[in-house]
């Protein structure tokens, strides 16, 4: 199945890449719950990411061993499935902190929505590589898109999990937009959205909804939840300075950070330690893994493959986009993690399924295909 | 024709690979534009953070230090109906460690020990079992401390880094132990409540309403706890207040009860197991609630020893129990006038019905007794109810069967919960054929329903529910849902909410057959032969009301009932009931006594009801005066 040809498109680079930003988030995972581990050697979460990025890594090579055509046929089933088990979800999903994002199956849990970053890109890219669509569709052939994306939004919206639907949202609309929108729909819809937006604000949304949204845009409303984070989160970027605290000797991570130091908040942690040196070097690996990523896009044989390819690319750099600049207090504090250096189970098997799907593409570019 | 479609296919996937980079190319472009301004806007934002305000950010890691601390929100104030507080607020200071600003954490608590004359030990396995909180939260050693603590704590606070003294407000009863059932109590809220979603919001250390409105009206009188972004410097001393968010205070609550009825419905009691229940039967408002025996409210503050909780929880009079909602007792004669309503309504009865009493009913060769062995003779209704002759009833009683006494007795209130805030209330039972098949799976026995006539069996009713029947026999059929707050003040608009009865549903009645049952009420206290005349001795205050007696031990048949009533062992004595509404003619007050093992309800229960409502008519003159 796989022939030589196929080893040989492997993309390299982008795995060199990868593997830079995994050890990123190893060396920062391990400092986060240093405490932790010392305390529990054998049995900590730092034990259970590497399990994970072991599973992280057979699901990424197990994706490259079927051609990515295949996904065209089985994206509608994949698609429906997490429809309903988000349907579920709200029905029955496990509440953490108020939200319902869990759903419990015997001792292990998993996030849908997690799920469903990867699976609209499926469905998008197989919608819009069928044979009859042109560039720049019209609106009869781009309103079923819309529908396919905004209802899983809408349902991860009402979990309610304002992170993970804004990702979903822009990656979906990444999709759409790639594939060709003429302006003219665009400022229709922007001239549509924008006057409803005052009586929604209005009198749709309550008093505690109202500023549950003003916090996020300006966390200095809350100073004793977000806003308190958001100020200890720029003290601990801060103080790294150029060079960085060293490995390990993070303060504000070892005294009082926040309760989600080593989920979304990862980013400072690595900023404490390593300064802007170590930052800057982030960075640079996640503009490379983009940039390789689109590349592959490029030199994609077909459609179907190159908005798959741009869709997985776009589902990381909008994610690193958020949250890093959630971190730096640029923008709203929602719950998304950094991609391949949070702690999470989901999100590491989600994530490397993206990046295989990537590979799958670029090792499949030479070859041809009837249908 | 395969081969045509193969080729086909191919030739369009051609075309779109010859036009692919034209395709997407403006699309790739504007991406890759899209990457590079958003890594540039964020180096520049770490350069700004890291290189620019650099030194000033690793000074506050280092040694300054951003905190939270709590601004606890003090919690409503509970006033009677005329604005006296019950409950209020005090302030209670709390012994605290911040181990991260402790110098030294052996020689800190060895003199803190010392300072508070408690066992260093004490004080460390506190400090133990909250190893894993992160340092910089206090850990709380020593709560509410007394006067000489805290003036030592405080003199050396200076030498001792780290250590807070927290204020909290804490509830202080200002009549302890009065309507102690009624107002509840409070304690901390546990590890598991905290991660209950009906808790959220809360922190570790809240006191929490266990019992009465402190529990019923927890989620106005709570408030919202508030707090301040500060800095601190290394040895933990404040330096600069950051941020602030003010604590919502909890709301106050005016009950519907009137303080000095309440103490002397209690004084009433004193010396009594039983309860006592007024309320105002034009609008369903509680004027007193009173339980006894009553417990200490203060020492749910304080906090309990083992020993002192196991006496509490164990003890036989059970003080915890609010007897006047969770108790039920057979309703005994006070059930007769509702039998008598039921038996008018179904025509089984009129208003000239006699039936003669020779002392006993005789039914399935058994004698059932009256109270009053030689028999009262010829009776009519209203005559059978001032005597409270039991023939009358066993004669109504089985004309009418069990089902439709249960059906009058539950329009009038009886055997449900009343629906009144508060938590434990109970049922009560009125028996029909279905239950006791389903509960035992032993049918009805006809000589059951001779007992349940004249309110004894299977019969069980509340104090409260009782207060609630009389109440509509004397506002003319309205059956009231209980309430005691009649104002919540502070809402979110500032204003307060006024609560108000609410009518749960209206009996439709003959007003001959009322009146009539309402003239025997009277009887009962203004006749010669009433079975309250001699009991109540203040003839001017019109009352109307029933003598009952709750048997707790079956009489065997030949037994003389006074050597009995006199040599039973007390926990054998029967419960005493009275239950009446005053003035006869314009209701203004419903008040129930019930006395267990009080004996009878003439003598143990109607002085009680007769000094409560004297208390209540000499309130209202004294406020009409002023």
């Given at each position: 199945m796989i022939d030589r040809r196929l080893v040989e498109n492997f993309d390299w680079g982008l795995f060199w890449v990868l593997m830079g930003i995994i050890g990123v988030g190893l060396v920062s995972v391990y400092s986060a719950l240093y405490l932790q581990i010392q305390e529990n050697p054998t049995g900590n979460l730092f034990v259970r990411q590497l399990v994970w990025l072991s599973a992280g890594f057979a699901v990424l090579f197990g994706t490259l061993l079927f051609d990515y055509h295949r996904l065209k046929s089985i994206s509608l089933w994949s698609y429906l499935l997490l429809i309903f088990l988000l349907v579920l979800v709200l029905l029955v999903g496990k509440e953490v902190n108020g939200a319902r994002r869990w759903l419990q199956f015997g001792g292990f849990q998993f996030q849908p929505s997690e799920f469903m970053k990867v699976v609209i890109v499926m469905k998008l890219a197989a919608y819009f590589g069928s044979q009859d669509m042109p560039a720049y569709p019209d609106l009869k052939k781009l309103l079923p898109a819309l529908g396919i994306l905004f209802i899983p939004v809408v349902l991860i919206l009402a979990g309610p999990d304002l992170g993970t639907a804004m990702v979903v949202l822009a990656v979906g609309l990444t999709v759409i937009v790639f594939m060709g929108v003429r302006w003219r729909y665009i400022l229709t819809a922007a001239l549509a959205i924008i006057p409803t937006l005052y009586p929604l604000w209005e009198y749709v949304l309550r008093p505690y909804q109202k500023s549950r949204i003003m916090i996020l845009f300006?966390?200095?409303?809350?100073p004793l939840g977000a806003g308190y984070h958001i100020r200890q989160s720029k003290i601990a970027i801060g103080s790294g300075m150029a060079w960085g605290k060293g490995f390990l000797n993070g303060t504000q991570n070892n005294l009082r950070f926040l309760p989600e130091k080593h989920t979304d908040f990862i980013f400072s942690v690595w900023a404490e330690e390593w300064g802007f040196v170590g930052c800057v070097f982030l960075l640079l690996l996640f503009g490379f893994l983009v940039f390789l990523g689109l590349r592959v896009a490029r030199r994609s044989r077909d459609r179907f493959g190159a908005l798959l390819v741009v869709g997985m690319t776009c589902l990381i750099f909008w994610q690193a986009l958020i949250n890093i600049g959630m971190v730096l207090g640029l923008l709203p504090v929602v719950g998304i993690t950094l991609p391949f250096v949070s702690y999470g189970g989901s999100s590491v098997i989600t994530l490397c399924f993206a990046i295989g799907i990537i590979q799958n593409v670029s090792m499949r570019r030479y070859t041809f295909h009837t249908q | 024709m395969a081969e045509k479609r193969k080729r086909k296919s191919t030739l369009q996937i051609l075309k779109f690979s010859d036009n692919e980079s034209s395709l997407f190319g403006r699309q790739y472009l504007l991406l890759t534009a899209v990457l590079v301004l958003v890594l540039l806007v964020y180096v520049l934002r770490l350069w700004h953070l890291q290189i620019l305000e650099g030194p000033r950010y690793r000074y506050q890691s280092e040694n300054n230090r951003i905190r939270l601390e709590d601004i606890p929100a003090p919690r409503g104030i509970i006033f009677d109906r005329n604005g006296i507080p019950l409950v209020e607020n005090r302030p209670a200071y709390h012994l605290e460690l911040i181990r991260e600003d402790v110098a030294d954490l052996e020689e800190t608590v060895q003199r803190l020990a010392r300072l508070c004359e408690r066992d260093p030990q004490e004080f460390l396995d506190i400090l133990e079992s909250n190893r894993?909180?992160?340092?910089?939260k206090p850990v709380r050693?020593?709560?509410?401390?007394d006067r000489d603590i805290l003036a030592r704590v405080e003199a050396h606070r200076v030498r001792l880094p780290g250590v807070v003294l927290q204020l909290e407000p804490k509830r202080e009863y200002r009549w302890n132990g009065v309507a102690a059932h009624l107002i509840g109590y409070l304690s901390e809220i546990t590890e598991q409540e905290l991660s209950s979603p009906q808790f959220e919001g809360y922190h570790p250390g809240e006191d929490i309403g266990r019992y009465g409105v402190e529990r019923a009206y927890q989620r106005y009188l709570h408030g919202r706890r508030g707090g301040r972004q500060v800095e601190v410097d290394a040895l933990g001393r404040r330096m600069r207040l950051l941020e602030e968010v003010l604590p919502i205070p909890g709301r106050n609550i005016w009950l519907t009860i009137d303080i000095e009825l309440q103490k002397a419905a209690e004084e009433a009691l004193k010396g009594e197991t039983g309860s006592i229940v007024a309320m105002d039967p034009r609008d369903g408002a509680i004027l007193a609630l009173a339980s006894s025996p009553t417990f200490d409210q203060e020492n749910f503050i304080r906090g309990f020893t083992r020993e002192e909780w196991r006496s509490l929880s164990n003890d036989p009079g059970r003080p915890l129990l609010n007897r006047a909602i969770g108790a039920a007792y057979p309703p005994g004669s006070v059930y007769k006038p509702f039998l008598l309503l039921a038996g008018l309504n179904e025509g089984v009865?009129?208003?000239?019905t006699k039936f003669n009493c020779p002392g006993f009913y005789f039914f399935a060769n058994r004698r059932y007794r009256c109270w009053r062995d030689q028999g009262h003779g010829n009776l009519d209704a209203e005559s059978s109810l001032v005597q409270s002759c039991n023939v009358f009833y066993y004669q109504t009683g089985m004309r009418l069967g069990v089902d439709r006494i249960a059906h009058y007795s539950k329009l009038f209130g009886m055997g449900t919960a009343t629906g009144i805030s508060l938590h434990g209330e109970h049922p009560g039972l009125i028996p029909t054929a279905d239950w006791k098949r389903r509960a035992t799976g032993v049918p009805w026995q006809r000589g059951e329903t001779l007992s349940v006539s004249i309110g004894q069996g299977f019969n069980l009713t509340t104090p409260l529910q009782m207060a609630l029947s009389y109440s509509a026999l004397a506002n003319g059929g309205k059956v009231w849902q209980p309430y005691v707050v009649r104002r919540i003040e502070g809402g979110g608009t500032g204003g307060a909410d006024e609560m108000r009865g609410n009518l749960k549903r209206k009996v439709h009645m003959d007003p001959r057959h009322l009146d009539m049952v309402r003239s025997g009420l009277k009887g009962v206290v203004h006749e010669d032969r009433g079975t309250a005349h001699r009991a109540v001795k203040d003839k001017s205050l019109s009352i109307a009301g029933k003598t009952g007696t709750a048997l707790v031990v079956r009489l065997p048949d030949n037994v003389n009932r006074k050597l009995h009533a006199r040599e039973a062992k007390r926990r054998e004595r029967d419960h005493a009931w009275f239950v009446g509404y005053a003035p006869a003619d314009d209701p203004q007050i419903t008040v129930v006594a019930m006395v267990e093992h009080g004996g009878h309800g003439s003598s143990a229960a109607a002085p009680r009801v007769e000094q409560v409502m004297a208390a209540h008519f000499k309130g209202v003159s004294r406020e009409e005066d002023s």
């Open positions: 300006s966390p200095e409303l809350d | 894993h909180r992160p340092r910089f050693l020593l709560a509410d401390l009865i009129s208003l000239d």
